[in-house]
C-alpha cells in the first residue's frame, strides 16, 4: 500500500534545543497530519494541514509546535523550544482527501527529550 | 468530545480459534466512519478495516466488523486467529470535514500456537 516515510526513526534532543521532525507522505496526498504517542497511552491527534493551512488542532499543539511543508517537499514539525513532556512517538500520516478517508501513517519518530 | 473505548488491553488467543476485540465508542455527530487499525512491531500502523453504514458488514483479510449504531460498536472478530495476527490493533472514528482520527487505546492481540 501507500507508504509514509518519517525521518529520523529516533530523535535525541537536550531540552530547550529545537527539533524538526520530518515526514515524507504519499505523493498524490492533499491532507497531512501529526499524532502523539506518550509511552502506553493513546494515540492523540496534535494538528492537520491542507493547502498550505492548519485546518485543525488540538490542546497538545502547544505555541512550541508549528508545522509547514515548503513547495511540496517533507512535511514538518517543529518544535522550539522542546521540553520534558514532549518526549514521545511522533506518527506523521496522510490523506488523499478530508473527511472520513482513509489515513496513512508512517512509522513513527521517538524522540527523546534529555 | 468524541471518545473511543477499546476494553481489553491485552488478548491472547491460541491459533485456530476464533478471536473478538471489542470497540466501543461515543459521540454527538451522526455521520461518523470507523476504521480498524492494526500496527505490526516497529511498523505503521496501517488500515485493516473502514465502515460508516450502519448494520453493514465488512471484511477484509479473514477479519469482519460491523457497526451497529444502535450499541455504538464496532467491534473486530476472525473465525480463526492465525499467528502472523499478533499485533497491536486500534478502533478509530472519524467524524469531521479534516479527516481528524480519535483513536482507541489499543488492544495487543498474542496468537499462540
Known amino acids: 500500500g501507500p507508504k509514509v516515510l518519517q525521518i529520523p526513526s529516533h530523535q535525541i534532543i537536550d531540552m530547550g534545543q529545537m527539533v524538526t521532525l520530518n515526514c515524507d507522505p504519499v505523493?498524490?496526498?492533499?491532507?497531512f497530519y501529526w499524532y502523539k504517542q506518550i509511552l502506553g497511552q493513546q494515540m492523540e491527534f496534535l494538528v492537520n494541514?491542507?493547502?498550505?493551512?492548519?485546518?485543525?488542532k488540538s490542546k497538545l499543539f502547544k505555541d512550541q509546535f508549528s508545522v509547514e511543508r515548503p513547495d511540496g517537499s517533507y512535511f514538518t514539525l517543529k518544535i522550539q523550544p522542546t521540553a520534558l513532556e514532549d518526549s514521545a512517538v511522533y506518527f506523521c500520516?496522510?490523506?488523499?482527501?478530508?473527511?472520513?478517508?482513509?489515513?496513512?501513517f508512517g512509522a513513527g519518530t521517538r524522540l527523546s527529550v534529555l | 468530545g468524541d471518545s473511543v473505548t477499546q476494553t481489553e488491553g491485552l488478548v491472547t488467543v491460541t491459533e485456530g480459534l476464533p478471536v473478538k476485540l471489542n470497540c466501543t465508542y461515543q459521540?454527538?455527530?451522526?455521520?461518523?466512519?470507523f476504521f480498524w487499525y492494526v500496527q505490526y512491531l516497529n511498523e505503521a500502523p496501517q488500515v485493516l478495516l473502514k465502515?460508516?453504514?450502519?448494520?453493514k458488514r465488512t471484511e477484509h483479510q479473514g477479519f469482519h466488523a460491523t457497526l451497529h449504531k444502535s450499541s455504538s460498536s464496532f467491534h473486530l472478530q476472525k473465525s480463526s486467529a492465525q499467528l502472523s495476527d499478533s499485533a497491536l490493533y486500534y478502533c478509530?472514528?472519524?467524524?469531521?470535514?479534516?479527516?481528524?482520527?480519535?483513536f482507541g487505546d489499543g488492544t495487543v492481540l498474542t496468537v499462540k500456537p
Open positions: 500520516a496522510s490523506s488523499l482527501e478530508g473527511g472520513q478517508n482513509t489515513l496513512y
Open positions: 505523493s498524490n496526498h492533499l491532507y
Open positions: 459521540t454527538t455527530y451522526l455521520t461518523i466512519a
Open positions: 478509530a472514528l472519524s467524524r469531521t470535514n479534516t479527516g481528524k482520527l480519535t
Open positions: 494541514f491542507y493547502n498550505g493551512k492548519v485546518m485543525e
Open positions: 465502515s460508516s453504514t450502519d448494520n
